[in-house]
């Protein structure tokens, strides 16, 4: 397995997040090497979900207003529906986001994470999945989605469920190994605004 030595990783995540898509890749991410850091729009402490029901607590390490997105070498963003939809509405968060695109730097989404990647327009042209109720947000966003385990496009891995987490977090770590990806630079591609 690739390792992360050297690497930071900030995990983008607002309150009511799904549990297990931050914690197992956080996990892989810590045990390939990487120096994992939760930035988060709240402050203080953030709530996960187990699906409907309230699961545990996380201390968040970064606030969104005082995070600076160059110090970091990708971006992982869980779902959840209220996570994304959050993180979707705060335009502080989007350019944190965009600045990996621009920048050529591997981004991470599962779930309904990809909701924030459409609010940022950065899904044009790319071949992504997701939950699949968001499909028709991404496809009329311009992006190519794709029903399947894991899809990586040019240091852009997606996936769409908790069962999916072994396979999205291998290609994760690879391409967070790989580091900058030229084709991933937003600027190459028609950015969507809302």
Same mark, same amino acid.
């Given at each position: 397995?690739?390792?992360?030595?050297?690497?930071?990783?900030?995990?983008?995540?607002?309150?009511?997040?799904?549990?297990?898509?931050?914690?197992?890749?956080?996990?892989?991410?810590? &045990?390939?090497?990487?120096?994992?850091?939760?930035? =988060? *729009?709240? =402050?203080?402490?953030?709530?996960?979900?187990?699906?409907?029901?309230?699961?545990?607590?996380?201390?968040?390490? %970064?606030?969104? =207003?005082?995070?600076?997105?160059?110090?970091?070498?990708? +971006?992982? %963003?869980?779902?959840?529906?209220?996570? *994304?939809?959050?993180? /979707?509405?705060?335009? &502080?968060? +989007?350019?944190?986001?965009?600045?990996?695109?621009?920048?050529?730097?591997?981004?991470?989404?599962? #779930?309904?994470?990809?909701?924030?990647?459409?609010?940022?327009? $950065?899904? /044009?042209?790319?071949? +992504?999945?997701?939950?699949?109720? %968001?499909? =028709?947000?991404?496809?009329?966003?311009?992006?190519?989605? $794709?029903?399947?385990?894991?899809?990586?496009?040019?240091?852009?891995?997606?996936?769409?469920?908790?069962?999916?987490?072994?396979?999205?977090? #291998?290609?994760? %770590?690879?391409?967070?190994?790989?580091?900058?990806?030229? /084709? &991933?630079?937003?600027?190459?591609?028609?950015?969507?605004?809302?």
């Amino acid at each position: 397995m690739a390792t992360l030595d050297g690497k930071k990783v900030a995990i983008l995540v607002a309150n009511f997040f799904e549990q297990v898509e931050m914690t197992k890749p956080r996990a892989a991410l810590e &045990q390939a090497g990487a120096e994992v850091k939760i930035v =988060s *729009p709240d =402050s203080g402490e953030i709530q996960g979900m187990n699906h409907a029901d309230k699961g545990d607590k996380f201390p968040v390490d %970064i606030e969104l =207003s005082k995070a600076r997105a160059h110090e970091f070498d990708a +971006l992982m %963003i869980p779902g959840g529906t209220m996570n *994304p939809d959050t993180l /979707r509405s705060t335009p &502080q968060a +989007l350019e944190f986001t965009r600045y990996f695109f621009r920048e050529g730097k591997p981004v991470a989404a599962i #779930c309904h994470g990809p909701w924030v990647l459409v609010d940022a327009g $950065v899904v /044009r042209g790319r071949k +992504l999945t997701s939950w699949p109720a %968001i499909k =028709s947000d991404i496809r009329n966003a311009g992006g190519n989605w $794709v029903d399947e385990e894991v899809v990586v496009d040019n240091g852009l891995v997606t996936s769409r469920k908790p069962d999916d987490i072994p396979a999205f977090n #291998c290609k994760m %770590i690879e391409e967070f190994a790989e580091g900058r990806h030229a /084709r &991933q630079m937003q600027e190459k591609r028609a950015p969507v605004r809302a």
